[in-house]
């Protein structure tokens, strides 16, 4: 093996100079500027401990400092930089490639004393292809090839000293790289964050430093129309790019006529990593009169479209690329890292035409399936039925699969998609998911989506007994909708709800034993590894006090048993998920979302049962129907009051969203949780006791204003971060609770349920119980709903038959709701 050895002043001016650009800003971070010179610098000291002695470097790349000093000490000094996403998938690529060192969150590490490869002295990096992590194929490029590609795309975006673009996109995605190398290579700077486009603090950094672009992908641009993009917040801002991606050419127009009325420009882009990042780009002036165009080649290429047979249309073929950008070649294994350049153009794959000068790219070879001997082009099928759909079709052992997210929309997509192939509507199989699958770099994921199809088809779930980070990933995949998880993700990160809490704890608690009480905040990896499998399961307590609460009221209420002051404790119990689940959220407009959808579950069931019940059996008035009975009802007990449990919860839960949807309140509470947390459960005993002093009445106890305090005592719950704080939440509720009934056994209850709340995150139940507490769990809501129907037959003759048969009806409608309850989940919360 011949081991190559440059100094690295040879190898310093092949791309970059950073040196040369001197006390320009070069990077800005939310903790300060840095300089040309000083990022000179710290590269050169970070390269010193690499060595001259050119060597294979995995770099983990993200949005950080450390991470592209790392990378550029690599890059500029002559080493071969094997650039990674950061984290676990990194790992997958240090077994298959063994690099000599690899830079990360925990520091350099010297694998290595001696290179272990043969590299080729034009070789500069190697990148995965589409966004992959684990694909053994790599794309070699070479020094020119970067500097080349970061040239033209300077030019045709007119870039100067004064620009300064966000990092919206992840450096280790050829566009965000791209977006590092045409910056630096003209001076420009860098506004360096990993926060996401949704994430107020983003705009506040962009603004603070006079950002002039960013970078999006499709799902980017979804994400801002969401969430709502106010120019007014980046008055710096001169244009925007988007590539990764084919963006509809309504969004395009739709996007171009917005930039062009607040003074900023849209320019699409086409690439691919094969060839360095760019390939074409859309003139600005031109986005809204041909949006469906990629435009023209950048700087130094070229295209020309070769016919193919699957192409049938006129002056339809493959679109072939041409240009100094064009990859060295592909390396499957270390050994290809020596071999040379091996392509003067690249064969796209895309199928494209040319009209007038700019091309338009129609579909994609490959994406080609024959079924009941019809010839199907998936590409062209999804457009057919409309990008408003936002279908994705793949075909997995010879069954047809569309993916969508529009709710009350599969027979819709169905009947397109008939009539656009030919295919009988019962053998396309529509799914609906909560969020299509994309890759890192916002791509569709269609190997995710086959994942998904072979899920479905099999209609089955996977073994409980299986301890491994795949099969968890599973488990999180089927129960939150979400083909496209990773073991890196979290519970939270998905988007998980308290709908879905109790469905998948249950599952961990079958599969892992003991998941620790924070598991919705960790990686599926982190579970595995700390879990450890026990007799029996351990659950989260506000699963069990759910299940211990609707026990309690309904068994009391069917004269079973006589144990008092369930609802109350769900008062407690709602807190505490509403801070966990809907407060989880990374902004504001998230938070509504999150919460907005929530409450929705809960008021829409709530309301169209209570109002059927009233028109059927004139039970019920329209003051209870709208949860109004506290404000407009009679003070004695009447039925009209059985219902002031989910009246004060829907109350109370729109008064604490009220509170986040003010913006100064809402970074007061993400600065100090748990003081604002506190501060309202004090603020709420204060009207608790001015309004009924230590004894409430016979209807007091169930009115908003007095109860209010418990669902913000399991706020605090949540925020107490220590056994001190803990504890001060168990003296509060003790505080508020004893005397409050006159019933010192019913106070203890709550209290001991509060307590056990607060200090005991997890309960242990035998295994065989697991089952019956998750279904009661889930659907305690409509068991406490529909009870009040049910049990009055039975009460006086079989109490226990009274029983049963309000926990089978209320279950039994939860079931049927399910489906319509998670769709209005994701219409108000995509």
């Known amino acids: 093996m011949t081991l190559l050895q440059h100094p690295r002043e040879v190898w310093a001016p092949r791309v970059l100079d950073l040196a040369s650009h001197g006390e320009k800003v070069a990077v800005q971070t939310a903790s300060g500027r840095v300089t040309y010179a000083d990022l000179a610098r710290r590269v050169d000291d970070a390269a010193a401990l690499l060595g001259a002695t050119r060597r294979l470097v995995l770099v983990e790349g993200s949005n950080t400092l450390d991470s592209l000093v790392s990378y550029l000490a690599a890059l500029t000094h002559g080493h071969v930089v094997l650039l990674a996403p950061p984290g676990h998938p990194s790992s997958q690529l240090v077994e298959a490639w063994d690099p000599d060192v690899v830079v990360g969150e925990g520091g350099l590490v010297e694998r290595h004393d001696r290179p272990r490869h043969d590299l080729h002295p034009d070789l500069a990096l190697l990148l995965s292809t589409s966004g992959s992590t684990g694909s053994p194929k790599l794309v070699r490029l070479s020094h020119d090839n970067l500097r080349s590609n970061a040239t033209s795309i300077a030019t045709y975006l007119g870039l100067t000293p004064q620009d300064r673009a966000v990092t919206s996109l992840p450096m280790h995605y050829c566009y965000g790289l791209s977006v590092v190398h045409s910056h630096l290579l003209t001076g420009a700077g860098l506004v360096l964050t990993d926060l996401s486009v949704v994430d107020e603090c983003f705009w506040r950094l962009a603004r603070e430093a006079g950002a002039t672009s960013f970078a999006g992908v499709p799902y980017t641009f979804e994400q801002l129309e969401h969430a709502g993009l106010d120019e007014e917040r980046l008055p710096t801002l001169r244009y925007v790019t988007q590539a990764g991606g084919r963006l509809p050419p309504d969004r395009v127009r739709a996007w171009a006529e ?234 939270t990160g998905l988007g998980g709800d308290s709908l879905s809490y109790v469905e998948l704890a249950t599952r961990l608690g079958r599969r892992l034993g003991d998941a620790p009480p924070d598991w919705h905040l960790r990686t599926v990896d982190e579970l595995v590894t700390s879990s450890r499998p026990r007799p029996g399961v351990r659950l989260d307590t506000s699963v069990v006090l759910r299940v211990t609460a609707i026990l309690a009221i309904v068994g009391t209420h069917a004269n079973l048993f006589t144990v008092v002051g369930g609802a109350h404790l769900l008062l407690a119990v709602a807190g505490h998920n509403f801070a966990r689940f809907q407060l989880a959220a990374p902004t504001r407009e998230r938070r509504l979302r999150h919460g907005l959808a929530s409450l929705a579950q809960l008021v829409l069931p709530a309301s169209l049962w209570i109002g059927a019940v009233g028109l059927v059996a004139g039970t019920y008035g329209p003051a209870t129907t709208f949860f109004l009975n506290g404000l407009l009802g009679s ?196």
């Not at 704080?725 to 006159?742: D, E, H, I, K, Q």
């Open 258 to 491: 917005r930039g062009r009325r607040a003074g900023w420009e849209l320019v699409v882009m086409y690439g691919q990593t094969e060839a360095t990042a760019r390939m074409a780009w859309l003139p600005p002036e031109l986005a809204t009169e041909r949006p469906e165009s990629i435009g023209r080649p950048v700087p130094g290429g070229s295209f020309r479209i070769d016919p193919v047979p699957e192409a049938t249309d006129p002056g339809v073929g493959e679109l072939v690329y041409t240009g100094p950008n064009v990859m060295m070649g592909y390396a499957v294994a270390p050994a290809d890292l020596a071999r040379g350049p091996e392509l003067s153009e690249l064969r796209t794959g895309d199928l494209a035409r040319e009209v007038d000068g700019l091309v338009e790219v129609v579909g994609r070879r490959g994406r080609h399936a024959k079924l009941f001997g019809l010839r199907l082009d998936l590409d062209h099928l999804e457009r057919l039925v409309g990008d408003d759909l936002e279908v994705r079709c793949v075909v997995v052992d010879e069954a047809f699969h569309a993916f969508h997210t529009r709710r009350r929309g599969s027979d819709r997509v169905r009947a397109a998609l008939a009539e656009a192939s030919g295919l009988p509507a019962s053998a396309i199989r529509v799914t609906t998911l909560d969020a299509l699958p994309r890759t890192a770099s916002g791509k569709p994921d269609l190997t995710a989506l086959a994942e998904q199809a072979r899920l479905v088809d099999a209609d089955a779930e996977p073994d409980d007994d299986e301890v491994s980070p795949e099969a968890v990933r599973r488990d999180y995949a089927l129960v939150l909708g979400r083909p496209d998880a990773t073991t890196s993700d979290s519970f």
């Open 635 to 830: 003070d004695e007990w009447t039925k009209q009051w059985q219902f002031w449990f989910l009246e004060s919860l829907v109350w109370v839960t729109v008064g604490a969203l009220a509170l986040v949807a003010v913006p100064a309140l809402d970074r007061l509470e993400r600065r100090s949780p748990y003081a604002v947390a506190i501060g309202l459960v004090l603020s709420a005993l204060a009207v608790r006791f001015a309004w009924v002093g230590l004894h409430a009445g016979a209807t007091e106890r169930y009115t908003v204003g007095v109860v209010a305090w418990w669902f913000l005592l399991g706020w605090a719950a949540t925020r107490a971060d220590s056994p001190a704080r803990r504890w001060l939440v168990v003296a509060l509720a003790a505080v508020g609770t004893f005397g409050f009934f006159g019933d010192p056994v019913r106070e203890a209850l709550i209290v001991g349920g509060i307590a056990l709340l607060v200090l005991a995150p997890t309960v242990r139940v035998p295994r065989r119980l697991v089952g019956p507490v998750s279904v009661v769990a889930s659907s305690s809501l409509f068991v406490y709903l529909t009870h009040w129907q049910v049990y009055p037959h039975l009460e006086d003759v079989f109490p226990l038959g009274a029983t049963v048969s309000s926990f089978a009806v209320g279950t039994t409608v939860w079931w049927a709701c399910r489906p319509a309850l998670r769709r209005v989940g994701r219409l108000l919360n995509p």
